[in-house]
């Protein structure tokens, strides 16, 4: 099974950037899927983004078109989501995922890292 650590996350006033990083370990990366999920008090978990690992395709929520970019670097075992013009309503824990060979579900999941979008 893969391990998945996210790291990233941190306090950033609107219009600022970061980038979130799902590192995995255990398995090889490429062989899976991997989302980006989000979770704000009070709300249901949503989909942000998901990266697929036969082509590299990618899906994005509404919400965050345009302004978040997913990416995976096989070399270094790693899915990064870039996030620019950050907004209050981006404050969440953001969370990765993994679905192995695109049929399995989300079955593993990181810890988790808060995103607070403040000034």
């Known amino acids: 099974q893969v391990q998945l650590v996210e790291s990233g996350g941190g306090l950033v006033q609107p219009g600022g950037s970061l980038r979130l990083s799902c590192a995995a370990s255990g398995s090889t990366l490429e062989y899976y899927d991997i989302g980006w999920f989000r979770q704000a008090p009070g709300k249901e978990r949503e989909g942000v983004s998901c990266?697929?690992?036969?082509?590299?395709?990618?899906q994005y929520a509404d919400s965050v078109k345009g302004r978040f970019t997913i990416s995976r670097d096989n070399a270094k075992n790693t899915v990064y989501l870039q996030m620019n013009s950050l907004k209050r309503e981006d404050t969440a824990v953001y969370y990765c995922?993994?679905?192995?060979?695109?049929?399995?579900?989300?079955?593993?999941w990181g810890q988790g890292t808060q995103v607070t979008v403040s000034s």
């Open positions: 990266i697929r690992s036969s082509d590299g395709s990618t």
């Open positions: 995922a993994a679905d192995f060979r695109s049929g399995s579900g989300w079955a593993y």
